[in-house]
């Protein structure tokens, strides 16, 4: 190991901090996960990069990596091993003003690239927090508020460049590397880190944004004319509709449905949410015309102590009715955990299964759940979640591998149906075949049979 410290000490350029640091504390975590790593190293440098990955490689000890940290698993971090942060490779830059082709650093988080492109009258579908990292949200899928009109944010990106597990740079396109491409546009983590990516943004304007609000006991009509609306709705329109949301009284808490009309045009956005209007009395109705930059939140540091547990799955056009039905009911229940409710379908669609590996593209919806609290709340509460999905199970299907909590074999089989996993497990093997990146929704590059 003296050895390995000494190489890494004389090819590495960035910030190496251990225990005996001031900025330990806040370095050794991510917003969402404790941990103690042996050492975190900040690189400066594409080059930074390639010695951290051979020192990691080189020292046997766990790696993490980390864009903005916001895992719900932890991937960020971890105990005793190496953590890689990204944190000082943010750059955004418009690389071809007439392509609107955009340069983002592995380490950007999307509230940076927001604010870069606004002055550009650009924006990247993305997702819907600004300290998430552009790397692990991209590399997973991407929802956000633009998702039904631009889809996910791995299907605006056009290449990328990777540090692979040897410290090598590579280019990934659809012409150079296209398997790793394809396996980057959904496959997380698993191949590498990347250092750049780069984006064809779209022109954007201003959009309108809010929420509008029903009563607690209109749950079922309001879900299930929400959910015909949106299907056929302008692909404009990107909607979130919430059950028993904590902020808004949690059992007590009426319907909130949360829009996004992609256009500064008021007459436009009237027509696309006077039928969402009139599904049942509204209670509220702020929606507002707003800066696309605006409509990312700032994320949360979860304090010690407490504990997030997420769970999620996609439903399909022929279960909606049902699945809507059983979160109307719990949803407005003394004990129900929160639920989120995402539209698809428009932009999504329109790709193939297969051309990513993200493989969901036909769903309509996307449900989750969360429960947070200290451990016995979240164990008070484990048998009435358990109960919910048991319910649902035969109207749900897969995973998104961004919103869950969990990194078991089963969660795996839910992120990737067998073909896809097996097409990853073959790209995996080679560009990681001793699965360094293994911090992550971890895809073996052992055969899958």
Sequence with gaps: MSTTLELLGRDFGGDIIDSSSDQYPAASRTPLALGSPAMVLRPVTVADVRAAVRFAAASGLPLSVRGGGHAFAGFGTNDGGVVIDLGRLAGVEVIDEDRHLVRIGGGATWGQVADALAPHGLAISSGDTRSVGVGGLTLGGGMGWKVRKYGLALDSLVAAELITADGELVRADADDHADLFWAIRGGGGNFGIVTAFEFAAHPTTDVHFGKITFPRDQATQVLLGWADLIRDAAPELTAIADLANPAAGGPEAPVQVHVAVDTDDPDLAARTLEPLRRLAPVIDDDVTLRPYGDLLVEGQVLPPGLQLIPRNAFVDRDSVPQALSILAEVGTSGRSP?????????????????????????????????????????????????????????????AYANFLGGTSADDLAAVYPPATLSRLAAIKRRYDPANLFARNHNISPAPVG
């Design 338 to 398: 929160f639920i989120a409710l995402r539209s698809l379908g428009g932009a999504v669609s329109r790709v193939a299964g297969e051309a990513t590996a993200y493989p969901y593209r036909q769903a309509e919806l996307m449900i989750t759940t969360i429960v947070a609290g200290p451990p016995p709340v979240i164990e008070a509460a484990g048998p009435g979640v358990a109960a919910l999905w048991e319910r649902l199970d035969p109207y749900v299907y897969g």
